[in-house]
C-alpha cells in the first residue's frame, strides 16, 4: 500500500532514489540540492541501498564520474544546483553525446553572482541546449514521481539521454507538503534493470567511448541526438501512462488548466503554476475566460502541442524565472517561435518574474490577466515585482 | 538508429543513422598502442637488488613490470611503460633507477647506457 508521508520536495527525491537503488551515485553537495546527497548518504551508511556512493571534490568530478559509469553500463543519479551545475557544465553535452541515462535531480537556484541561494531557473535554462530532457516539476510529489518516471525515460532505447528533473529551490526543495509514497516493489518494479547497449565493462565486445570525431562525422552524431529528443516527444506519454497504471498520478508533457475555451493564458512552470491557477479560478468566477499552460517538458520542446493549446487564445504572457540578457528569456523565445510556425498572430507578452527567489504574488498573475484582457500587450519585456 | 558491429569492417557510414551512436567505436585498440614512445626517462631494473616484493609490479599504472609467473620480476616491459618513475620511487631496494631516454635513443646511445 502506498503510504502518505509529510515530507519535502528534496527529500522525497531522495526517497524515490532509495526505491530506485541506482548502482552509482556521485555527488558533491550544494545548496539547495545539498539535502538530497545528504539524505541519500544516510541510507547507504545504513544499508538501505546497494549503491556505490561516490563521494568527489568538485561538482566536475561528480558529473564525470556519472558519465562514466553510465558508459559502463550502470544506472546513475545525482543532484545539484546553481553554480554546482554550472561547473558540470563542460560534462553536459558529452553525457548528451555518449548517450548516458543519468537522472539528475535539478534543484533551482539562481546562478551567482551576486551570491544568493535562492530560486530563479538560470542554472537549468543555461544548460538547455546540452542533449538533456528537461522536465519541470510543481511540488515535491511531482518531484517524487518524475524521479521514478525519468529512469524509465531516460533508458528507453529510442531515447537513451540523461534528464533533469527539476524543481524549485527551498519553495519545492525546503517546503513540507503531504507526498504519497509508493511501495518500494512498485517502482523496483516499474525502474526494473538497467539493460545497457554498448556497456564499456563488457569485456567480450569491447567498445571505445569518447573516440575523435572530426568534421566527417561530427555533425552526424549530433543529428542522432536530435532524433533521440524527437523520440522523447513520441515515447514519453507511453512511459508516463505506464507510471499512472502504477501511481494513479499522470504527467502530461504540458499541464493544462482550464486552456480549452480560454482567451487569455498565462505560460509557467514549476512551482508559481499554482499561484496562476489560483487567479484563473478567482477570474473565472468574475466571468473572464483565464487559463493556465504549465509547461513541464521544456527539453524537448513540444512546440506542436503548444501551439495547438495557445492557438485559440486572445492574448498570452509568458513568465520565465530566467533571463536571456539581451535578448527574449528562454521560455518567452520557445512559445513565440512556436506561435510563429502555426502562422497565428497572437499577441505574447514576455515577462520575468522572480529571479534571485523573488515572490511571485497572486497580484502580479491578476495584474497580467487584467491586461491582457485590455490589450495591453507590448514587445517590451516586463519585470513583475521589480522595485521601479 | 544504431549501427552495432565492427568499426574496422562496417566501412564508412553513409548516412547518419549509420554512424554508430555517441561516436561509439566497436572494438578496442588501445592494446597496440605503444604508449612507450611517450617516455623521457626510462626504469632500469637491477636484478641483483631486487627482492620480488612486487610493490612495483602493484602500482605501476601500465602493468609494465615483468615476472615469471611464479612471483619474481624479470624486468621491464618498455612497450607500455611511459617512465613515470612510481616504480623507482616506491622500490624499497632502490632497485630501479630513471634515467634520460636520451642514454638510450638519441646520439650517442649507449655510450652510459646499457
Ligand atoms: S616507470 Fe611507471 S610505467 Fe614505467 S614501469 Fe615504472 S611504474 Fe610502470
Ligand atoms: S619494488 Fe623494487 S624490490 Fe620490489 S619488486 Fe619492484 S624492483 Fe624488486
Known amino acids: ?45 545504513n544499508g538501505k541501498v546497494d549503491t556505490n556512493f561516490v563521494t568527489v571534490e568538485s561538482e566536475h568530478s561528480a558529473i564525470t564520474a556519472c558519465v562514466t559509469a553510465s558508459a559502463a553500463g550502470a544506472r546513475v543519479m545525482t543532484a545539484s544546483s546553481a553554480n554546482g551545475v554550472a561547473l558540470m557544465h563542460e560534462i553536459f553535452p558529452i553525457a548528451g553525446c555518449f548517450r548516458t541515462p543519468i537522472v539528475f535531480g535539478l534543484v533551482n537556484r539562481c546562478i551567482g553572482a551576486p551570491i544568493n541561494i535562492h530560486c530563479d531557473h538560470s542554472d ?112 514519453y506519454d ?38 496562476v491557477k489560483d487567479v484563473v479560478d ?26 495547438e493549446i495557445l492557438g485559440t487564445a486572445k492574448a498570452v504572457a509568458v513568465l520565465d524565472r530566467a533571463l536571456s540578457i539581451g535578448g527574449t528569456a528562454p521560455l518567452a523565445a520557445e512559445i513565440k517561435s512556436a506561435l510563429y510556425d502555426c502562422g497565428k498572430n497572437i499577441p505574447v507578452q ?6 534571485g527567489g523573488r515572490d511571485f504574488f497572486p497580484q502580479y498573475a491578476r495584474e497580467l490577466f487584467m491586461d491582457l484582457a485590455a490589450g495591453k500587450v507590448s514587445r517590451e519585456e516586463r519585470y513583475l515585482g521589480l522595485l521601479e | 538508429m544504431t549501427n552495432r558491429g565492427n568499426s574496422a569492417e562496417m566501412g564508412k557510414p553513409k548516412r547518419w543513422q ?23 626517462m626510462r626504469p632500469v631494473w637491477d636484478g641483483e637488488k631486487c627482492i620480488s616484493c612486487l610493490l612495483c609490479w602493484n602500482q605501476c599504472p601500465d602493468r609494465s613490470i615483468l ?45 652510459k647506457g646499457e
Open chain 1, 124 to 235: 537549468s535554462m543555461a544548460e538547455r541546449d546540452a542533449g538533456w530532457v528537461h522536465l519541470y516539476c510543481e511540488d515535491a510529489q511531482e518531484a517524487y514521481d518524475t524521479a521514478i518516471l525519468a529512469i524509465r525515460l531516460a533508458e528507453h532505447k529510442d531515447v537513451l539521454s540523461p534528464v533533469f528533473v527539476c524543481q524549485d529551490g527551498f519553495i519545492t526543495s525546503h517546503g513540507f507538503e503531504p507526498v504519497e509514497i509508493l511501495d518500494d516493489a512498485a517502482v523496483k518494479a516499474f525502474v526494473g534493470e538497467r539493460d545497457a547497449d554498448f556497456p564499456l565493462l563488457d569485456v567480450d565486445h569491447p567498445v571505445t567511448y569518447g573516440s575523435f570525431a572530426m568534421s566527417e562525422y561530427y555533425f552526424e552524431i549530433k543529428r542522432q541526438q536530435i532524433e533521440a529528443m524527437k523520440n522523447v516527444l513520441k515515447v
Open chain 1, 1 to 45: 500500500m502506498p503510504r502518505r508521508e509529510i515530507t519535502s520536495g528534496n527529500w522525497a527525491f531522495a526517497e524515490a532514489m532509495r526505491q530506485i537503488n541506482p548502482d552509482v551515485v556521485a555527488a558533491y553537495p550544494i545548496t539547495p540540492s545539498t539535502d538530497i546527497p545528504m539524505k541519500f548518504a544516510d541510507f547507504v551508511a
Open chain 2, 18 to 40: 549509420d554512424v554508430p551512436m555517441g561516436g561509439i567505436a566497436f572494438g578496442s585498440s588501445a592494446e597496440a598502442v605503444e604508449t612507450g614512445q611517450w617516455r623521457s
Open chain 1, 238 to 275: 507511453g512511459v508516463a501512462k505506464e507510471f499512472e497504471a502504477v501511481s494513479g498520478r499522470f504527467y502530461p508533457k504540458l499541464d493544462r488548466y482550464r486552456t480549452e475555451d480560454a482567451d487569455f493564458i498565462v505560460v509557467v512552470m514549476s512551482s508559481a503554476s499554482g499561484v
Open chain 1, 350 to 355: 514576455s515577462c520575468v518574474y522572480g529571479l
Open chain 1, 282 to 307: 478567482e477570474l473565472r468566477e468574475q466571468g473572464i475566460k483565464a487559463g493556465c499552460l504549465r509547461v513541464r517538458m521544456f527539453r524537448p520542446f513540444p512546440a506542436d502541442e503548444v501551439a
Open chain 2, 67 to 111: 615476472t615469471d609467473g611464479n612471483g619474481k620480476v624479470t624486468g621491464i616491459d618498455t612497450f607500455y611503460c611511459k617512465g613515470c618513475g612510481i616504480c623507482a620511487h616506491i622500490c624499497p631496494k632502490k632497485a630501479i633507477e630513471m634515467r634520460p631516454e636520451s642514454e638510450f635513443t638519441g646520439p650517442g646511445a649507449g655510450a
